[in-house]
C-alpha cells in the first residue's frame, strides 16, 4: 500500500506542484483546498505528469471543515502517513495600518490554521505510532522583517508550536514534526502579499509610506524581471526539499530550502542550524530531569 500525504492550499503554487511531486513518488496524494472549483490548474498539471490526484475540500480556518476532511480521507484510505500544513497567506502592512479584522485574519489563517489540521490528524497517528507533519513556515518565522511584523508574528508561533511538538511526540509517539523555511518563491503568492493586502484603498499617506515604498523597491528587485533571482526560488525547487524531508529516516526539527535563507538566518541557527540539539536539550532537562 502506498503511503497516503494530505497536502493543504494546493491549487497553485507550491502546494500545486508539492502534490504533483508526491504522486510521482508513490505517494496516494489527497490535494486539499478551500475552493475546490479552482482544482483545474492542479488536475492539469498531474494530468500532464502522468500521475492522479484526490481534491478534498479543506478550510483551514473551519474545525468542522478540517475533520470533515480528515475523516473522510482515513475512512477511503485508511490512514494518513503525512500531513503538508501549506496554507497560508502573505501579509505585508505595518500593524497601524491594519483592522482588527486583518489582525485576526492572518493569525487565524497562518498559525491557527495549522494548529487546527494538526490536532484533527494527531490521534490517527498516534494511534499508529506513526507519522510525519511538515509545517511550511518561513524565514520570516526565525527572522523578523520591516512592514511583515503580523506575518512574521504568525510564522513565529508556527515555530514555537513545532519545536515543542517535536520535544515531546517523536520519542513517544512516532511522529516527527518539522518547520520547512522557505524565503522568496516565484508564485503568485508573493505578490499578494503587498498587493492583495491593500485592496484598492491604496497606501495610507503617513510617516511610513515613503519607508514602505522603500520596502516596496527592494521587494521587486529582489523578485526580478522574471521573478526569481538569489533570493526567490520556485515552487518545483521548495517542493524537493519538502519530499526530502518526507523521505528522510530521521527528520529535523527545521530546514531552510535556499542558501540565500541559509544567509539570512545564520545568526539564528549558525549553532544548531536543524534544530535537534536544542530539542535533545529541551528534552534531557524537562523530561529526563537534568538541571
Known amino acids: 500500500m502506498n503511503p497516503v500525504a494530505v497536502i493543504t492550499g494546493t491549487s497553485s503554487g507550491l502546494g500545486l506542484h508539492t502534490a504533483v511531486l508526491l504522486a510521482q513518488n508513490a505517494f496516494t496524494v ?3 483546498m478551500r475552493d475546490v472549483s479552482k482544482k483545474g ?4 498539471a498531474a494530468e500532464d505528469a502522468g500521475v492522479s490526484v484526490q ?3 479543506l478550510d483551514v480556518t473551519d ?5 470533515a476532511a480528515v475523516d473522510g480521507i482515513i475512512a477511503e484510505g485508511g490512514q494518513i502517513d503525512v500531513w503538508i500544513n501549506n496554507a497560508g497567506a502573505g501579509f505585508a502592512k505595518h500593524p497601524e495600518w491594519a483592522t482588527e479584522e486583518e489582525m485576526h485574519w492572518v493569525t487565524d489563517v ?6 487546527r489540521c494538526i490536532r484533527a490528524v494527531l490521534p490517527h ?12 513556515t518561513s524565514v520570516g ?3 523578523g522583517q520591516p512592514f511583515n511584523a ?3 508574528a504568525a510564522k513565529f508561533a508556527v515555530e514555537g508550536y513545532t519545536e515543542a511538538l517535536a520535544t515531546l511526540l517523536p520519542e513517544h509517539f512516532g511522529v516527527h514534526v518539522t518547520c520547512v523555511e522557505p524565503g522568496g518563491i516565484a508564485t503568485e503568492f508573493a505578490a499578494s502579499a503587498t498587493v492583495a493586502t491593500f485592496g484598492t484603498a491604496g497606501l495610507p499617506d503617513d510617516e511610513y509610506a515613503p519607508i514602505f515604498q522603500q520596502y516596496l523597491a527592494g521587494f521587486q528587485r529582489r523578485a526580478g524581471t522574471s521573478g526569481r533571482n538569489d533570493a526567490y526560488q520556485t515552487p518545483e525547487e521548495v517542493a524537493a526539499v519538502l519530499l526530502q524531508v518526507v523521505q528522510s529516516e530521521d527528520p529535523p526539527v527545521r530546514v531552510r530550502t535556499s542558501q540565500w535563507g541559509e544567509r539570512l538566518c545564520r545568526y539564528k541557527t549558525a549553532a544548531d542550524p536543524d534544530g535537534t540539539r536544542q530539542r535533545a536539550d529541551v528534552i534531557e532537562r524537562f523530561l529526563h530531569e537534568r538541571l
Open 63 to 67: 474545525a468542522v471543515s478540517i475533520q
Open 150 to 152: 503580523l506575518y512574521c
Open 125 to 136: 497517528m498516534r494511534e499508529r505510532k506513526a507519522g510525519r507533519v511538515l509545517n511550511v
Open 110 to 115: 497562518n498559525y491557527f490554521g495549522v494548529v
Open 30 to 32: 489527497y490535494a486539499t
Open 41 to 44: 490548474a492542479l488536475l492539469s
Open 141 to 143: 518565522g526565525l527572522v
Open 55 to 57: 481534491v478534498v475540500p
